[in-house]
Antibody, heavy 119, light 115 residues
């Protein structure tokens, strides 16, 4: 069974940093590209970042470019999101999602981890 | 930047009736290299992560009931629920991939309720 479990969320002050992790199991992690997608409270979905299975291609949304860094450790079956210079508008549930290889569609999602940026 | 719009914002449909949701992209998501539309549909119920329903604009994901269907090409797409069931109450999102510059964009969502 495919499982994605996010961790690392919490309350952080504006300007602070946080590192999210996503532990993957039930599939060959090193064969799949991965995404981070976020959802502000009561709002829609916003794609954050994409990383290919070999890490040779990485994309970011304009809203996080220069502040967030996506990475992965295939040996540990883990995906990460380093978030720096956090802003109140970064407050959201952050989901880890697997790219199913079908036109960038995300076929499996974690339950999400809440990041709150507030003083 | 690509802009995705969905219509309507919300709709209420009687049980057993058809629900239709439209999604429009500001740029074509049809790639001539493989003749595929990079357009997906998701269902999200309260308190849950999104669930993939449709990819390549019209291919149902594994286990998705056949009352869900996707159609369209280029910039205009439709998700149809042929016979609405109580468990279909949710928000539905379309999502596209565009390559230049590379970005993935979700539509604003359409809320579906029972009338």
């Amino acid at each position: 069974e495919v499982q994605l479990v996010e961790s690392g969320g919490g309350l952080v002050q504006p300007g602070g940093s946080l590192r999210l992790s996503c532990a993957a199991s039930g599939f060959t992690f090193s064969s799949y590209s991965m995404n981070w997608v976020r959802q502000a409270p009561g709002k829609g979905l916003e794609w954050v970042s994409h990383i290919t299975h070999t890490t040779n291609t990485i994309y970011y949304a304009d809203s996080v470019k220069g502040r967030f860094t996506i990475s992965r450790d295939n040996a540990k079956n883990s995906l990460y999101l380093q978030m720096n210079s956090l802003r109140p508008e970064d407050t959201a549930v952050y989901y880890c999602a697997r790219d199913g290889g079908t036109g960038y569609a995300c076929d499996y999602w974690g339950q999400g981890t809440l990041v709150t940026v507030s003083s | 930047d690509i802009v995705m719009t969905q219509s309507p914002d919300s709709l209420a449909v009687s049980l057993g009736e058809r629900a239709t949701i439209n999604c429009k992209s500001s740029q074509s998501v049809l790639y001539s290299s493989n003749n595929k539309n990079y357009l997906a549909w998701y269902q999200q119920k309260p308190g849950q992560p999104p669930k993939l329903l449709i990819y390549w604009a019209s291919t149902r994901d594994s286990g998705v009931p056949d009352r869900f269907s996707g159609s369209g090409s280029g910039t205009d797409f439709t998700l149809t629920i042929s016979s609405l069931q109580a468990e279909d109450v949710a928000v539905y999102y379309c999502q596209q991939y565009y390559s230049s510059p590379p970005e993935i964009t979700f539509g604003p969502g359409t809320k579906v309720d029972i009338k």
